[in-house]
């Protein structure tokens, strides 16, 4: 849950160093999330991992209004 947090502080456009303010957390405690988040996503890039966070979401907002009755 702590990842996924710190994924939708990255795609708010955070720095690690805001992103370590804001949770009270250690710098270098963001460093090992964000690597982590990388590896899971299979991604290079925070940019990569933001925009599967906003794609997913996207893809799930579409599931919920497919299951609201109309």
């Known amino acids: 849950s702590r990842e ?3 994924l ?3 795609d708010g456009g955070l720095s690690n160093k805001q992103i370590a303010r804001q949770l009270q957390i ?3 405690t963001v460093k090992n999330h964000v690597r982590n988040i ?3 996503l299979e991604v ?3 940019a ?3 925009r599967l966070l906003r794609h997913s979401a996207a ?3 579409a599931a ?3 299951l609201v009755p109309a």
């Open 44 to 46: 290079s890039s925070r």
């Open 8 to 10: 939708r502080l990255i």
């Open 59 to 61: 893809a799930a907002d």
């Open 4 to 6: 996924l947090e710190v």
């Open 26 to 28: 250690e710098l270098a």
């Open 64 to 66: 919920a209004t497919d």
């Open 38 to 40: 990388l590896a899971k």
């Open 48 to 50: 990569e991992a933001a």
